[in-house]
C-alpha cells in the first residue's frame, strides 16, 4: 500500500465532526469563512447523520464555492462516534496544522490567524488553545467566558502529567501542529472516560509542548434541546446501535486498484468456514469504478454458494488518498466486531483461518493479538515467548501484520497504528503492544499466502 504523509505548508486542515447538526452548521462554516487567515481546508466527517445535513452543506458549499483551499464533505456509512470519526478527519487532513472545530460552535475571525501566530512564534510549542465563551443556543445569549483554563506552561504540564489530571484546556479550541498525529494517532474512546481530556493528556504525555491564548477567541453552544429526555434517549439507542457484536468478526480490507487479485482476496474472505463476518472493504481513493466491479462480482457469487457466514458488508471510497497505515485504522473504527482482522489486499486466507484464530482467543483470554505463519514472503515467524524475545530485546519483527486477529478493545486504546517510522509501522504496532502488556502469539499453520 502506498505511503501518503505529505503536509502542505502553512495550510490549516480544520476537522469537523457532525451528526444531526444540519441546522447548525452554516453558523459554523460562516465563521470559518470570514477567518483572517485564508489558507484553509475545510474536513467535514458526518457521522452518518439522518437528518438534512448534507443537504445543506453542499448547498453552502455551491453557495460559497473557492471560499477554502479545499472543501472535503465525507459521510460515513454508519455511525461510528465523534472520538472516531474526528481521527478519520485527522488523517484525511493535508494541512501543516490542524483545527478541531464542532459543528455547532463558532470561531471568531481571527482565531486561526492568531493560533498560527503563535506557533510561528513559538516553534517549540506544538498545540495552542485559546479561551472561550458559551452562548444558550443562540449566538446573541452570550453566558459567560472560560475561567478553568491556564495560561502558564509549566502549569498545563504539570495539570496533566500529575494525579489526579487537572483539565485546564480546551480541547475544542485546539490548533496543532499535524505531525503529532503521526505519533497521538488521534482520540481514544475508552468507556465511561472523557476522551477530550485524555487527549489533550496524551499530548503533553507525549513531551510536546501545549500552551494557551489568554484570549476569547471561541465561543461554544449550549443547547436546550438536550435536556429533553428525547435526546438523552436518542443519544442512547446511537450507543446501542454503536455496540460490538459479540463472537462477530470484522475483516478489514483496503484496496488501491481494482483487478483480479482483488477479486481472489474478495473470495478467500467470503469462503471462510467462520459463520459470523463483517467485511469492510476501504478504497483508499482509487480511480476506478471499484464498487461497481465489486457488487458486480458479489451479486454473480451469491448466485453459486450460501452467504450464511457474511452478515454484513461496507464498502466505501475515502475522498482523498491516506495510504497505510490509515487504511487499516479507518477501516477498524467503523467495525462492530468483537474481534477485528487486518487483511493484506494481495493476499489469500486459508479457508479455516478466521476460525482457528477465533477459537484461539477463546480458549486462550489473556492473549489480545493472534497472527498466523504465512507462506510467500522472507519474515521470520516466530512463536510464543520467542516473539516478546524478539520484538522487545532484540527489536525483530516476526508478526505479519496482514495474519493478525485482535480484540476490537485493542483500537479503542491504542488508535490503531502510528507512522512515526516510516517502513516500521508493523514493527511498532506489535512493539508498542508488547511493552504495554498485550500478549500476542502466532499460530504455526500456515493460514495465509502472499
Request: charge should be positive; hydrophobic fraction near 35%.
Amino acid at each position: 500500500m502506498v505511503k501518503n504523509n505529505n503536509k502542505q505548508e502553512g495550510l490549516v486542515s480544520v476537522v469537523i465532526s457532525t451528526y444531526n447538526y444540519g441546522k447548525y452548521i452554516c453558523e459554523t462554516l460562516d465563521g470559518l469563512k470570514n477567518q483572517t487567515y485564508s489558507h484553509i481546508e475545510i474536513v467535514i466527517i458526518d457521522d452518518a447523520s439522518t437528518d438534512n445535513t448534507e443537504t445543506i452543506v453542499n448547498k453552502w458549499k455551491e453557495i460559497n464555492e473557492n471560499k477554502f483551499e479545499k472543501f472535503i464533505y465525507f459521510k460515513l456509512p454508519i455511525n461510528c462516534s465523534s472520538a472516531w470519526a474526528l481521527n478519520i478527519g485527522f488523517q484525511l487532513a493535508r494541512g501543516e496544522y490542524i483545527v478541531i472545530h464542532d459543528s455547532d460552535d463558532i470561531s471568531h475571525p481571527e482565531k486561526i490567524e492568531k493560533q498560527v501566530n503563535h506557533l510561528i512564534q513559538n516553534p517549540k510549542v506544538s498545540a495552542v488553545g485559546t479561551r472561550f465563551q458559551t452562548f444558550y443556543d443562540t449566538k446573541d445569549k452570550i453566558l459567560w467566558p472560560a475561567s478553568w483554563l491556564s495560561y502558564d506552561i509549566k502549569e498545563i504540564e504539570e495539570n496533566y502529567k500529575n494525579k489526579p489530571v487537572k483539565h485546564c484546556v480546551s480541547f475544542g479550541t485546539l490548533l496543532f501542529r499535524a505531525n503529532i498525529i503521526e505519533t497521538l494517532i488521534g482520540c481514544r474512546k475508552i468507556p465511561g472516560v472523557a476522551n477530550d481530556i485524555i487527549f489533550v493528556g496524551d499530548i503533553v504525555r507525549q513531551n510536546y509542548i501545549l500552551d494557551n491564548i489568554n484570549e476569547v477567541l471561541f465561543n461554544v453552544r449550549i443547547h436546550s434541546e438536550r435536556r429533553k429526555p428525547e435526546y438523552k434517549e436518542k443519544k442512547l439507542e446511537r450507543k446501542k446501535q454503536r455496540a460490538k457484536i459479540k463472537g462477530r468478526v470484522s475483516v478489514i480490507l483496503p484496496i488501491k486498484y481494482n483487478s483480479l487479485k482483488t477479486l481472489n482476496v474478495l473470495k478467500s474472505i467470503l469462503t471462510q468456514d467462520y459463520s459470523n463476518i463483517e467485511l469492510i472493504i476501504v478504497d483508499d481513493s482509487s480511480k476506478h469504478n471499484t464498487k461497481s466491479i465489486i457488487e458486480n462480482w458479489y451479486s454473480r457469487y451469491k448466485k453459486f454458494h450460501k452467504m450464511v457466514n457474511i452478515k454484513n458488508i461496507i464498502y466505501f471510497k475515502l475522498p482523498a488518498s491516506v495510504g497505510y497505515p490509515w487504511v487499516y485504522n479507518i477501516g477498524a473504527y467503523l467495525a462492530r466486531g468483537e474481534y477485528i482482522v487486518f487483511h493484506g489486499y494481495n493476499g489469500k486466507s486459508a479457508t479455516s483461518k478466521i476460525r482457528n484464530q477465533v477459537n484461539f482467543l477463546k480458549k486462550n483470554p489473556k492473549y489480545s493479538v493472534v497472527g498466523t505463519n504465512f507462506s510467500g514472503n522472507s519474515l521470520k515467524i516466530k512463536f510464543g515467548y520467542g516473539i516478546r524475545h524478539g520484538y522487545i530485546t532484540n527489536k525483530t519483527h516476526c508478526v505479519n501484520i496482514n495474519t493478525i486477529m485482535m480484540k476490537s478493545c485493542i483500537i479503542d486504546e491504542t488508535m490503531g497504528l502510528r507512522r512515526t517510522n516510516k517502513g516500521q509501522e508493523d514493527f511498532e504496532f506489535i512493539y508498542r503492544l508488547l511493552y504495554e502488556g498485550y500478549k500476542v502469539e502466532n499460530l504455526t499453520k500456515v493460514l495465509y499466502y502472499e
